[in-house]
T-cell receptor, first 112, second 112 residues
Framework: DAKTTQPTSMDCAEGRAANLPCNHS???????VYWYRQIHSQGPQYIIH???NNETNEMASLIITEDRKSSTLILPHATLRDTAVYYC?????????????FGKGTKLSVKP | NAGVTQTPKFQVLKTGQSMTLQCAQD?????MSWYRQDPGMGLRLIHY???????DQGEVPNGYNVSRSTTEDFPLRLLSAAPSQTSVYFC???????????FGNGTRLTVT
């Protein structure tokens, strides 16, 4: 699975959009981009995933560049409860192991 | 709908003791897996199962056993606990190896 690069930490004001970048320049054509987050002391929580088109769900939007070498997770109106570590993961389609390779992620702090 | 339930939440063992970490899911998911999370290391896959009666090793399987006699349950056994197994253990499940994983809230294990 390809590696990802994320900033170590970011701050965001409550109510503003949080834009979390991820670089995955070695991604292959058969790999999805997944985003998870982990709130302190809890298990990782699935947010969203995509292959090459932009995706949106009730939690967030995922913008993937046309060359698929980077992506941005957007939390449109961040709240204090969005403070967490956010993981960007690339995952091969069709694998049997189902493994998610977690890096160090971005620690997002939402401030009042 | 409980999702993925892990018990116990906390456990302290002495070196050489054995124990079983329990994991149950009520989503009729075929795929289940165990991860451990250590500071600075991210989550690492221990064992996984693609269905009842089928298990396989992940990245760090040594010192752990698993079995999958039912779709719902996937216990993780530590045969002879070692201090290096002090960690937070997460169980996860999904419909299949390529679907988003749902994680439990973890078991925090300390081996003294």
């Amino acid at each position: 699975d390809a590696k990802t690069t994320q900033p170590t930490s970011m701050d965001c004001a409550e109510g503003r959009a949080a834009n979390l970048p991820c670089n995955h320049s070695t991604i292959s054509g058969n790999e999805y981009v997944y985003w998870y987050r982990q709130i302190h002391s809890q298990g990782p929580q699935y947010i969203i995933h995509g292959l090459k088109n932009n995706e949106t769900n009730e939690m967030a939007s995922l913008i993937i560049t046309e060359d698929r070498k980077s992506s941005t997770l957007i939390l449109p109106h961040a709240t204090l409860r969005d403070t967490a570590v956010y993981y960007c993961i690339v995952r091969r389609i069709g694998g049997s192991q189902g493994n998610l390779i977690f890096g160090k992620g971005t620690k997002l702090s939402v401030k009042p | 709908n409980a999702g993925v339930t892990q018990t116990p939440k906390f456990q302290v063992l002495k070196t050489g003791q054995s124990m079983t970490l329990q994991c149950a899911q009520d989503m009729n998911h075929e795929y289940m897996s165990w991860y451990r999370q250590d500071p600075g290391m991210g989550l690492r896959l221990i064992h996984y199962s693609v269905g009842a009666g089928i298990t396989d090793q992940g990245e760090v399987p040594n010192g752990y056993n698993v079995s999958r006699s039912t779709t719902e349950d996937f216990p993780l056994r530590l045969l002879s606990a070692a201090p290096s197994q002090t960690s937070v253990y997460f169980c996860a499940s999904s419909r299949d190896p390529n679907s988003p994983l749902h994680f439990g809230n973890g078991t925090r294990l300390t081996v003294t």
